[in-house]
Nanobody, 123 residues
Framework: QVQFVESGGGLVQPGESLRLSCAASGRTFSSYAVGWFRQAPGKEREFVAAIGRTGGSIYYADSVKGRFTISRDNAKNTVYLQMNSLKPEDTAVYYC????????????????WGQGTQVTVSS
């Protein structure tokens, strides 16, 4: 099993950057693919990015491709989401999640979830 704690969210202006961190418990972090999802008020939870167990396979939603970068440091049991050129429509609670097999763009495919961190992009 793995437990996540997200951090790094906050209030920024359009065009600015944030880096989210997802710290995992235990020493079996490398056994899981990890995804980032986000959910805005009144909207469904949507896929943002995912990364394979070793970091060699990376996938992005079209809405963030070219602006966001997902990475992982298995030695530190941490996954990162670097968010550049932030837009108001990026405002949401961001969650990291772990999946025991492969990766998925659907939330119901993930086994373990963090508590989320708020990202607000506003002028």
């Amino acid at each position: 099993q793995v437990q996540f704690v997200e951090s790094g969210g906050g209030l920024v202006q359009p065009g600015e950057s944030l880096r989210l961190s997802c710290a995992a418990s235990g020493r079996t972090f490398s056994s899981y693919a990890v995804g980032w999802f986000r959910q805005a008020p009144g909207k469904e939870r949507e896929f943002v990015a995912a990364i394979g167990r070793t970091g060699g396979s990376i996938y992005y939603a079209d809405s963030v491709k070219g602006r966001f970068t997902i990475s992982r440091d298995n030695a530190k049991n941490t996954v990162y989401l670097q968010m550049n050129s932030l837009k108001p429509e990026d405002t949401a609670v961001y969650y990291c999640a772990a999946k025991t097999t492969g990766w998925s763009s659907f939330p119901n495919g993930y086994d373990y979830w963090g508590q989320g961190t708020q990202v607000t992009v506003s002028s």
